[in-house]
């Protein structure tokens, strides 16, 4: 299955400043590529995905950045707020489109935004 | 309100005793997913399933059963087999063949507390 990790695990930021967060993988067939956010007591949400033909995909200030050849994506979050502070995770996986692969997620990276 | 109802959102439970925890979909999604989560650990992978009457065992299977047995419908027992069921489990779908993103979507999951 594939071996998925995520870095920092821990990372805090002052307001307005920028955060990233990596995550390496290791199954080089992975053409999909996720970012969870999960707040304080709920459920994970989707907040930006990428295929594997597409290097960046931004949205306002969320943005993911794909490395194929050396296996791994990053979060990057610009002008951080406090309502950005959750732990974020990532789950690489192949995409066909049908069937249910065993989706492994990335232990999570813990965003705290100082103010 | 098309979605995922995990029911209970909290449940208590003596040693020894097996416990089902409820999951139902009305999204129309082929695959469905359960999920440990323990701080600190991230999303560990419980059981999955593609279409109904089939399943596979994921990373963390031991102690624990599901069935499929209809489409909308996915439960899972946690049994006295399982050592440390204390832990926050969260079930998942996602689209099948036509689906046009491979994005997760969370119920709000159930809190186990074996006292």
């Known amino acids: 299955g594939e071996n998925v990790e995520q870095h920092p695990s821990t990372l805090s930021v002052q307001e307005g400043d920028s955060a990233v967060i990596k995550c390496t993988y290791s199954d080089s067939a992975s053409n999909y590529f996720p970012w969870y956010k999960q707040e304080l007591g709920k459920r994970p949400q989707l907040i930006i995905d990428i295929r594997s033909n597409v290097g960046e995909k931004k949205d306002q200030r969320i943005a993911v950045t794909l490395n194929k050849t050396a296996k791994h994506f990053s979060l990057h979050i610009t002008e951080t707020q406090p309502e950005d502070s959750a732990v974020y995770f990532c789950a690489p996986f192949l995409y066909s489109g049908g069937g249910a692969d065993g989706l492994t997620f990335g232990k999570g990276t813990h965003l705290i935004i100082q103010p | 309100d098309g979605g995922i109802t995990q029911s209970p959102k909290y449940l208590f439970r003596k040693e020894g005793q097996n416990v089902t925890l409820s999951c139902e979909q009305n999204?129309?999604?082929?695959?469905m997913y359960w999920y440990r989560q323990d701080p600190g650990q991230g999303l560990r992978l419980i059981y999955y399933s593609q279409i109904v009457n089939d399943f596979q065992k994921g990373d963390i299977a031991e102690g624990y059963s599901v069935s499929r047995e209809k489409k909308e419908s996915f439960p899972l027992t946690v049994t006295s087999a399982q050592k440390n069921p204390t832990a926050f489990y969260l079930c998942?779908?996602?689209?099948?063949?036509?689906?046009?993103?491979?994005?997760?979507?969370f119920g709000e999951g159930s809190r186990l507390t074996v006292l």
């Open positions: 999204l129309n999604h082929d695959a």
């Open positions: 998942a779908s996602r689209g099948g063949a036509g689906a046009n993103t491979g994005e997760l979507f």
